[in-house]
Structures are given as C-alpha cells and as structure tokens.
C-alpha cells in the first residue's frame, strides 16, 4: 500500500520501523485506549511488525518518512459469498506528540477513501465508550453510532468490559 496524502503517507511497515512503533505501542496513553497489547520489548514490536507484513491488515503512517502512527483495515471474514466479506473494521494508533494536530483525521479519510474505491460497502469502528478522542474522530468523520457489544472475558484490557460500534456508509 502506498497512499499519499497532503501532509502523510500510509504504506507498508517495513522492519526498520520497530523501534519508533515501539516507543508509541508501549506508551499506555497509546496501547490503553487503542486496545493494544503493550509493547514489552523490541521483539514484540518486530513481531507485531512481522504479522503486520503477512497480514498486509495493518500500515504505518508516515511524516517526512518517519513513522508517527498505524492504521489497518480488517476483514470479518474471507468468504466471497458472505456480504461481510466486502465491509472493513479499522483500528489506529498515533504517537502522542502528533495528537490533535489532523494527521490520524488525514489517514482515516486515505483509508476509507481507498476502501470505498475497492469497492467496500460499510466501514466499522470499535471504540471504548470513554475514548472521547477516537469518538470526536470518527464522528467528525462521518461515522455513526450503532450499538455496544460486551468484550469476551479474554479479550478484556483493564476495566473495559463494552465497545462502541460506529459506522460509516459511502457518500451517495
């Protein structure tokens, strides 16, 4: 993937990037309200990087060629044949020194707008209900609230036991 924007670009992770998604995914300001597994060591961010690459799920953001951020786009399911297989579900993170100043706002619209033309027909977030950041964005952004779902026991961080769905459809 090679999406360019204005001010970022989304592309591929590459290995080299490990220790800058390191800093930010074991930050708990980051990894908490994303609903990350903290980053423990550089090994788990090469691994985490390894499976973003096989995957092709997750991209870095990029500024200047610096990594500042991740987004991906996932897929319920691979079934052609299930209408799910042509709807996304996206998760994000930004390093905390470039919040509030447009760049995760500018990735989600490459994002989606890259979606809508790879012919997907609904766009799905899940947030923390108390994750007032990533609710403004995705409001902001043209995405509607649905509904909560609990999280299995396992999946659980913290004292988070609920998410939000939003959705967004494509642009008559």
Do not use: K
């Amino acid at each position: 993937m090679h999406l360019v924007g204005s001010r970022i670009v989304i592309r591929d992770f590459t290995l080299a990037d490990a220790p800058a998604y390191f800093n930010y995914a074991s930050d708990a300001r980051v990894y908490q309200p994303a609903g990350m597994q903290p980053m423990r060591h550089i090994g788990d961010a090469e691994a985490a990087i390894t499976r973003f690459m096989l995957e092709r799920s997750d991209f870095a953001i990029t500024l200047n060629g610096r990594l500042i951020g991740n987004i991906g786009a996932y897929q319920p399911t691979p079934d052609p044949d299930d209408p799910e297989s042509l709807t996304r579900e996206l998760g994000y993170a930004l390093a905390p020194d470039y919040w509030g100043q447009g760049f995760m706002a500018e990735a989600l619209e490459l994002l989606c707008d890259f979606l809508w033309l790879a012919g997907v027909t609904e766009i799905w977030a899940a947030v923390y209900p108390d994750n007032q950041r990533s609710i403004n964005l995705l409001t902001t952004h043209c995405f509607v609230y649905q509904y909560q779902v609990p999280i299995p026991m396992g999946l659980r961080r913290g004292d988070q036991v609920v998410e939000a769905y939003y959705r967004r459809l494509p642009v008559a």
